[in-house]
């Protein structure tokens, strides 16, 4: 097969990129899911964990879980589940998997749009190598990043076909493609704003003074009002979008207060997160999963040397407006993080890195061309600027893999995050969590006291705190902290899982009447709540209602099978003479135990204390 020289440069080049990418995230292959999110998508997950069927798919485009509306997100986690189960080496190659598509794709793009081969490697490979994106394809959680990317890209791409001959069909496929990446995740959602940066350079089809010559040749040039006219289908998919996003994140209660966070306040955010995403992009040192919002408004003063930061850069590109790449540029960083900015306050971090990585490929736009155009006027030797690139790119990846060693496991990933930020209780709270999970109960403790210092109203350090003095029998400093909980948190599912283990420590302190009334709330807020039925059972068996107690164990064992469950239940068919269906219970216990000598007393101690 022959090749002309640029398609046989463009192939060689894409090789080297999915190379150099591969080889700088193979590890990811070896590490475990965060314990921060990845419960929620995949492993904590029933819908998920259906795998891929109609319930599931039903589910995935009608559940508001998580705050977000992404049902090719839900769909592709149940995909993996079914391949893969929980191992987590087989969902993180497939995130890995995607983020080379996404590489490619770029590179595919750029180089069909503008004709430049060189400056459209460097692009993607920044965006291939750079430590900003490890976020993004190291957490499982972060599938939706990649998904959006895969689709915005495509559409993109789709989007130069449609110019080239304007039909209804091929605007039908740049819609198509736009609706899927919003239903990956919603910060796509700029994408009709991007086409017209898109119709100024590289296609140059708007009708401008100064036309770039590195754009599409052969275009027909129109008024920037028509050419929004013709956005106009995908401008209201974009407005759907957004309505769905908010009524979703409410919905999910992830949307904070306005009075929690007042307009100045975000807008200094706002401010300081874009000087801070372009100081990582240039310097990407003390990344973290996660950049708590500040307790306090920033200091003025940087604020406006964050402001001054962005008109400085505004001025230059303004002064050198006939080299439209920078325009595009910086327009895109500017537009497409919009969403994540902070405007409308969403969890609590100020900034995250994984909300770089649509809106970063605007700056690397800038740097790239800039540079080219520059070489080109100061006849630089012709292998320095190669040389120069590699190095780079070189000095990148080898950022990025130490990068991702701090996602190898969750104890060393907070540990950073709380070495590179401050007031991080988020980050307190899931090294604590884990301690626990490595059976270091006191030294996970103290994370959880050291994030309640930070945020005394923090409900996952009060909700662990309590449950450390429940262990240690200190019940009344349990119960205190179990009600602070309850006056903080509005949580339905939070206050049903506090009154269930309120109820546990009514019961060893003697008090039904308390335990019983605990759990008849926590089933009220919680129907699911298999605890609370099992503790409701033992109510019922304690007053001599067998019947009621049997009713009640079985509704949790239901929910939720465990040994203990089985083995009260078998206790109570036992008192009303259904030996048989007492064998079964104790069987089911036998086989679901890891400990039953242990499970046995812990369910005799139910009934006789």
Same mark, same amino acid.
């Given at each position: 097969m022959k090749f002309r020289s640029t398609e046989k440069r463009t192939l060689i080049l894409g090789i080297v990129l999915a190379v150099a990418t591969i080889a700088v995230y193979y590890p990811v292959h070896s590490h475990p899911f965060v314990n921060f999110?990845?419960? %929620?998508?995949? &492993? $904590?997950?029933?819908?998920?964990?259906? %795998?891929?069927?109609? $319930?599931?798919?039903?589910?995935?485009?009608? &559940? #508001?879980?998580?705050?977000?509306? #992404?049902? @090719?997100?839900? @769909?592709? #986690?149940?995909?993996?589940?079914? @391949?893969? %189960?929980?191992? =987590?080496a087989g969902h993180h190659d497939i995130n890995l998997l995607l983020h080379v598509v996404n590489v490619l794709l770029l590179f595919l793009v750029l180089q069909r749009a503008t004709g430049s081969v060189g400056p459209s490697f460097m692009v993607a490979a920044l965006f291939a190598l750079h430590p900003l994106n490890v976020e993004s394809v190291a957490w499982i959680a972060e599938r939706k990043n990649l998904l959006s990317m895969l689709f915005f890209l495509l559409g993109l791409g789709a989007y130069r076909w449609y110019a080239l001959k304007p039909q209804v069909g091929r605007y039908a496929v740049v819609t198509v493609l736009f609706a899927l990446g919003l239903m990956a995740k919603p910060q796509v959602v700029t994408f009709p704003f991007v086409l017209l940066l898109w119709d100024y350079w590289p296609l140059c089809r708007m009708i401008a003074p100064g036309n770039d010559a590195s754009g599409t040749a052969g275009l027909p040039q129109r008024s920037f009002w028509r050419l929004v006219r013709e956005k106009f289908p995908l401008l209201v998919l974009a407005a759907a979008s957004a309505v769905i996003t908010l009524r979703a994140q409410q919905a999910g209660g992830s949307v904070a207060s306005l009075l929690q966070h007042p307009l100045p306040i975000r807008l200094g955010n706002a401010l300081v997160s874009y000087a801070r995403y372009i100081g990582k992009v240039l310097w990407p040192s003390r990344l973290a999963p996660l950049y708590p919002y500040p307790i306090k408004s920033f200091a003025a003063l940087e604020v406006l040397g964050s402001a001054l930061i962005l008109l400085v850069i505004t001025l230059f590109v303004l002064r050198y407006r006939q080299r439209r790449y920078l325009a595009v540029g910086w327009l895109w960083f500017l537009g497409t993080m919009v969403p994540m900015i902070g405007l409308v306050q969403v969890g609590n971090q100020a900034m995250a890195d994984r909300y770089a990585y649509l809106p970063c490929l605007g700056l690397f736009l800038m740097i790239c061309w800039g540079i080219a155009d520059w070489a080109k006027q100061q006849r630089l030797p012709r292998a320095l600027l190669p040389t120069l690139s590699a190095l780079v790119l070189l000095m990148l990846g080898v950022a990025a893999r130490h990068q991702l060693n701090y996602w190898s496991d969750n104890v060393t990933l907070w540990s950073q995050a709380i070495a590179v930020t401050s007031d991080n209780y988020i980050a307190q709270d899931n090294l604590g969590e884990a301690l626990l999970e490595r059976g270091e109960v006191d030294a996970a403790t103290e994370h959880f006291q050291a994030a309640a210092a930070i945020? =005394?109203?923090? =409900?996952?350090?009060?909700? $662990?705190?309590?449950?450390?003095?429940?262990?240690? $029998? +200190?019940? =009344?400093?349990?119960?205190?902290?179990? +009600?602070?909980? @309850?006056?903080?948190?509005?949580?339905?599912a939070m206050q049903a899982t506090v009154l269930t283990n309120m109820g546990y420590v009514y019961r060893s302190l003697g008090d039904l009447e308390r335990a019983a009334a605990s759990w008849r709330q926590a089933v009220s807020l919680d129907s699911e709540s298999a605890r609370a039925w099992i503790g409701l059972g033992i109510v019922a068996q304690r007053s001599g209602d067998l019947s009621t107690a049997i009713r009640n164990y079985s509704q949790g064992i239901g929910l939720q099978p465990s040994d203990v469950g089985y083995l009260l239940l078998a206790q109570a068919l036992d008192k009303s003479g259904r030996t048989e269906e007492a064998r079964a219970a104790r069987q089911q216990a036998s086989r679901l135990s890891k400990n039953l000598p242990e499970a046995e007393r812990i369910s005799d101690g139910f009934l006789t204390h």
């Open positions: 999110d990845d419960q %929620g998508y995949v &492993t $904590k997950n029933a819908h998920i964990q259906l %795998g891929l069927d109609w $319930k599931t798919i039903s589910w995935a485009f009608t &559940t #508001h879980h998580e705050s977000n509306w #992404h049902p @090719l997100t839900w @769909l592709s #986690h149940a995909l993996d589940y079914q @391949l893969f %189960g929980l191992d =987590p945020a =005394p109203s923090d =409900p996952t350090s009060l909700f $662990k705190i309590a449950m450390y003095e429940q262990q240690r $029998k +200190n019940f =009344p400093q349990a119960l205190d902290r179990y +009600n602070t909980l @309850l006056r903080v948190t509005q949580n339905s």
